[in-house]
T-cell receptor, first 118, second 115 residues
Framework: AQSVTQLDSQVPVFEEAPVELRCNYSSSVSVYLFWYVQYPNQGLQLLLKYLSGSTLVESINGFEAEFNKSQTSFHLRKPSVHISDTAEYFCAVSDRGPKIQGAQKLVFGQGTRLTINP | NAGVTQTPKFQVLKTGQSMTLQCAQDMNHEYMSWYRQDPGMGLRLIHYSVGAGITDQGEVPNGYNVSRSTTEDFPLRLLSAAPSQTSVYFC??????????????FGSGTRLTVV
């Protein structure tokens, strides 16, 4: 079974400052990794994903995350945040198992609330 | 518009009442899931389905039932509502096979309060 730990429940930063949201996972098998974003009063949207290949993945709005297998981490970073990035961010993991019942369930971390101060 | 539709958006129940949260998707996704979101606990999987007629339990299934008679619909039933079931419920779906390119699509949620 997999588990995900997001080390910070809340992260306040000033606008245009850099930010890192930390995510560590535990799994006995190879995994896929995801970051989802939830804006206030909305559902979750996929922000970026690591499936294979390059360990650095990027989103269209300037976020990036790096898969570190040795440290079992998938931290999310942005060099300069904007007020519109205020949201809750969820790290999630799923195993690479065969497509049978029970495989590839998505397991979420507890979430990190990012607040941007002007 | 294509996507996952959840109804109702808000609901207040009395303890002991039953109700069904509706979820429908029009993307022909075989995989569907129900999650509940509680402060500080992220999203926890309640039940999931890998296709019509096939369902299984997730992390927190007690007090909930599901069925999957069609590919499009995956309703979640609360048998006898309890205050501990006060939460925001999300339905999500994804396509098999090519799922690695898309991840899950989530509905906008149902906010349930049990008094």
């Amino acid at each position: 079974a997999q588990s995900v730990t997001q080390l910070d429940s809340q992260v306040p930063v000033f606008e245009e400052a850099p930010v890192e949201l930390r995510c560590n996972y535990s799994s006995s098998v190879s995994v896929y990794l995801f970051w989802y974003v939830q804006y206030p009063n909305q559902g979750l949207q996929l922000l970026l994903k690591y499936l294979s290949g390059s360990t650095l993945v990027e989103s269209i709005n300037g976020f990036e995350a790096e898969f570190n297998k040795s440290q079992t981490s998938f931290h999310l970073r942005k060099p300069s945040v904007h007020i519109s990035d205020t949201a809750e961010y969820f790290c999630a993991v799923s195993d690479r198992g065969p497509k049978i019942q029970g495989a590839q369930k998505l397991v979420f971390g507890q979430g990190t609330r990012l607040t941007i101060n002007p | 518009n294509a996507g996952v539709t959840q109804t109702p958006k808000f609901q207040v129940l009395k303890t002991g009442q039953s109700m069904t949260l509706q979820c429908a998707q029009d993307m022909n996704h075989e995989y569907m899931s129900w999650y509940r979101q509680d402060p500080g606990m992220g999203l926890r999987l309640i039940h999931y389905s890998v296709g019509a007629g096939i369902t299984d339990q997730g992390e927190v299934p007690n007090g909930y039932n599901v069925s999957r008679s069609t590919t499009e619909d995956f309703p979640l039933r609360l048998l006898s509502a309890a205050p501990s079931q006060t939460s925001v419920y999300f339905c999500a779906s994804r396509a098999p096979g090519r799922w690695t390119n898309y991840g899950y699509t989530f509905g906008s949620g149902t906010r349930l309060t049990v008094v």
